[in-house]
Structures are given as structure tokens and as C-alpha cells.
């Protein structure tokens, strides 16, 4: 949804105090507040490179159960009641399988006024799932992750009773990142933005620290019926704190997976036998705040740039740095798989079963260019003892987890020997026709009747000569 900002929608007095000014981003055109009267551009990716790497702004070094304790502590310092995180699968929603934000929780039936919330302020660390930047998990550092925790603090204004607005949910935010965590203030840019979700909207600002956004402060002021925006009566204070990006921002290691992950990636690497070169990952990493994969020719021209600055070719650098990756995808799938398997998901071929057998199956096929897909039920333990302290239904839900996921993993062995014998019968048939393309149709039949999913074809029939779109 394109709606323009007006002018005077931030002019708060938290900014005018502190001598925030309103610019606009030379490269991507977006209004921003700053101190820095010299600020050019956003400070956002991809605008901007990470310039935390090795590096932090903050004077502190947190992991992520220790970000998570210290924002928590903050908002409830600061009059807010800490609630327990919900489950991640959305049962009381229509529109959605899993919970993607904080806000998640409360749509539609508090932002609506049917229910109240459970306490007004509160703040939560609410485990999420998003499924739309799959490809961008691994490539882009830690930037994007099918599993997070989002560290909402809320605040549900009614027409007679309102609990606080524009001025103080800025002024939280920006006393947490400086005062908490010392982040110099002339280093934070607020970037205007106008966002969508879960049948809501408004406008917002995102937080940028060092090329990366931390936090996207909303301001709920519409309800969405019929793609229109009509201005409800509640006017929802909806944040989302990463905890994950900021826990990387405290650290400056050469990934978020190395900051969230620690001991769990070093099992990986080390059932992998992957010695990872920390400089170059460092030199790649930095460069990552403005990679973005949409598709394969972004990746090239994102390993292009990396392989200019660290004078590698970059077919050679890609050698190196997918296996990485695909450690890292493996860190952030095999969580999300005992996260959602532990609140009663079955991988399958519908809803958020289908979303579980997607996982497993993208899991997989990591683990075996790894070559340690014998280490699949391994690394998915390790992910329930690492949790499971914090999240204890992962611990009591362990033994299910595991024949779940072993069944499903036997499953898809079967799957694949069966699929490859049959693409490669219709691969055969379409070249004897001279026809070199693999039809959209027989991707979808083949999904529909074998249950193969269209990357797996892909990979079969490609090296059967055939291009698959
Ligand atoms: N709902 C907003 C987001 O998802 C802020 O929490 O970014």
C-alpha cells in the first residue's frame, strides 16, 4: 500500500528537544530523522553497508536470552506488564497459519475492541515466523530469519482512556538503545515508513543503527475493510523490537547466526568440517546490508562484489561461502521445526503442515549438500536443549518432536527416489520430443501426485539437460 507520510506526522517533541531533523535519503528517496545535520542517506539497508562488524555501538555485549531479559526489564521498568509469549501457530486467526509479529497477537479481536487486552501497556518477546524471505535467510548475514523473536511493546489508546502516543513510544525506544545499550544518539536515523498488516495499519518509523533496522515502531491508526483504509476508534502503539538483530548489533560478529546460534553453528561447521575464514566473512558480511536475493542473478552480482573486495573470482568465492550458508539456513530451520512441531504441526501437504514439510524438505537438501544429513534429528536436540529452558514446551514435547520429524524424514528419502526416477522418465520423453523446457504443468502434477516440490524437480531435471523456469 503506497500512501505518503504527511509532512508534519512525526513532528514530535521528543525530535524538536533533540534536534532531530526531518531529510530525505538521497538513494531511496524515504524521509528520515536525524541529529547528523551532514546525514545524506537512510542509514537502512540496502542504502547503507553493516558497519558494525567487528565492531559494535553498543556498550554492551548481550546474548540473545540476555537482550531479551533486558528489554523485557526496560518496558516494565517503565510501567508496562510483562505477558508470557503466545504460541507461534495463529489458531485464533483466519488470515494467517503462523504468528508473524507481536501484534499477531491481539488481531483482530483486541485491536477491535471485542476483547480487552491482557494488560494495557504491556510488553512481550513474541516468537514469529515469516515465511516470505526464505531465500534471503543464510545470504543475507542474519538480516532475515524464518524464526524470530519479536519484542513488542504495546499500548491500546480508546476514545476515553488513552495510555500514551507518537512522543513516548519514540522517546522509550530511544532511551532503551542509547541509555540501556550506549549507542550514540547522533547514530540513529528514523526512517518514515506506512505499515500494513494482519487487517491494520499506519504510519511507522523503522530504526537504523550502523545499515541495519532494528525496530519498526507503529502507529495503528486504520482498519483495512475492502482494501480501504478506515480509521478505527483504537489506536494501537504496535512495536517490534528484533531481538535477534539487536543481539547481533551488541555482538558485531560476522553473522547474526553466530550471535544467536553460538554453540549450535559451531556443531554444524564442525559436523561439516567447515573451517569458516572469519575475515571473509566479515568482508562478505559488511557487504550483505545491501544484498537482497530475489533471484539467482542477485545472488551473482551480490557474490560479484563481495569477490571484487576480497580479490577472489567469484565462482570461487561461491564455493565457499553456500556451504556457510546453508549452515546458517539449517541453524534458523531446524529451531523453527521444534518450535512448531512442539505446539502440535504435522508436516503434510496442507496449511501450516505444508509450511513444516517445506522446511524439512529445504532442511534436507542443505544438510546433504553438507553431506551430514545423518545429523538431522542431532542438530534438532541440540535446538531443544539450547531453547529449552527459555521455552520449556520444547523439552516437554522432546520424544514427540523427534518421531515426527524422523517419520517425515524417512518420508521424504522415499519421496525423492521414487520423484528422481520419474522426472528424469518425463525428462527423457520431453528431449526425445526436442522440447527443453519442463512444463509448469508437470511441476504442479508432479507436486500434486508425488508430493515433490518444485525446487526438487528443478534440480533433478536441470541436470537432465532441461530448463526449468
Ligand atoms: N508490526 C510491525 C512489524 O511487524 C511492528 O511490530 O514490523
Redesign the pocket.
Known amino acids: 500500500m503506497n500512501v505518503k507520510i504527511r509532512e508534519d506526522e512525526f513532528l514530535i517533541p521528543f525530535f524538536k528537544e533533540n534536534e532531530f531533523i526531518r531529510k530525505q535519503c538521497k538513494i531511496c528517496g524515504s524521509y528520515f530523522w536525524t541529529q547528523n545535520p551532514e546525514a545524506e542517506i537512510c542509514g537502512d539497508s540496502p542504502c547503507q553497508n553493516y558497519t558494525f562488524i567487528n565492531n559494535p555501538p553498543t556498550k554492551k555485549h548481550l546474548s540473545l536470552r540476555e537482550m531479551r531479559q533486558l528489554f523485557l526489564s526496560f518496558f516494565e521498568k517503565n510501567g508496562h506488564e510483562v505477558i508470557k509469549p503466545y504460541p507461534i501457530v495463529a489458531r485464533w486467526r483466519e488470515d494467517v497459519y503462523f504468528v508473524?509479529?507481536?501484534?499477531f497477537n491481539f488481531q483482530p479481536y483486541v485491536t477491535d475492541g471485542v476483547i480487552p487486552p491482557p494488560a494495557n501497556p504491556l510488553v512481550v518477546s513474541q516468537p514469529c515466523l515469516r515465511f516470505n524471505d526464505l531465500d534471503n535467510v543464510g545470504p543475507t548475514a542474519g538480516r532475515h530469519l524464518v524464526i524470530f523473536e519479536?519484542g513488542?511493546a504495546h499500548a491500546f489508546n480508546y476514545p476515553n482512556k488513552k495510555v500514551y502516543w507518537k512522543d513516548e513510544t519514540i522517546r522509550f525506544h530511544h532511551e532503551f538503545l542509547t541509555k540501556e545499550l550506549g549507542v550514540n544518539s547522533s547514530a540513529v536515523t528514523y526512517k518514515e515508513h506506512f505499515?500494513v498488516?494482519g487487517g491494520n495499519a499506519g504510519p511507522?518509523v523503522e530504526a537504523c543503527v550502523a545499515g541495519l533496522e532494528i525496530s519498526?515502531?507503529?502507529f495503528m491508526v486504520y482498519k483495512i475493510i475492502n482494501e480501504n483504509l478506515i480509521e478505527s476508534p483504537i489506536k494501537t502503539v504496535?512495536?517490534?523490537y528484533g531481538i535477534e538483530r539487536w543481539t547481533w548489533l551488541s555482538q558485531g560478529t560476522v553473522s547474526g547466526f553466530h550471535a544467536i546460534y553460538d554453540s549450535i553453528l559451531n556443531k554444524i561447521f564442525e559436523y561439516a568440517g567447515l573451517k569458516p575464514d572469519e575475515k571473509l566473512l566479515a568482508e562478505s558480511s559488511k557487504l550483505s546490508g545491501e544484498m537482497n536475493i530475489e533471484s539467482l542473478k542477485d545472488k551473482i552480482e551480490a557474490r560479484k562484489k563481495v569477490a571484487e573486495k576480497t580479490g577472489l573470482n567469484w565462482v570461487e568465492l561461491d564455493k565457499i561461502l553456500t556451504p556457510i550458508e546453508a549452515a546458517y539456513a539449517i541453524a534458523d530451520h531446524t529451531k523453527a521445526l521444534a518450535f512448531i512441531i512442539s505446539e502440535g504441526v504435522v508436516p503434510s501437504n496442507v496449511e501450516e503442515g505444508y509450511l513444516a514439510r517445506l522446511l524439512v524438505r529445504r532442511t534436507y537438501r542443505m544438510l546433504k549438500l553438507l553431506g551430514i544429513e545423518d545429523k538431522f534429528l542431532d542438530i534438532i536436540d541440540l535446538q531443544i536443549s539450547y531453547w529449552g529452558n527459555d521455552f520449556p514446551n520444547l523439552k516437554l514435547m522432546r520424544n514427540e518432536i523427534l518421531e515426527i520429524l524422523e517419520a517425515e524424514k524417512e518420508k521424504y528419502e522415499k519421496t525423492v527416489e521414487k520423484g528422481v526416477e520419474t522426472v528424469k522418465k518425463l525428462s527423457a520423453n520431453l528431449k526425445a520430443k526436442k522440447i527443453f523446457e519442463f512444463p509448469i504443468e508437470y511441476l504442479i502434477e508432479l507436486y500434486d501426485s508425488h508430493g515433490l516440490i518444485p525446487e526438487i524437480v528443478k534440480e533433478i531435471a536441470e541436470k537432465e539437460g532441461l530448463q526449468v523456469l
Open positions: 508473524g509479529a507481536s501484534i519479536m513488542g505499515w498488516g511507522d519498526t515502531l507503529v504496535d512495536t517490534g
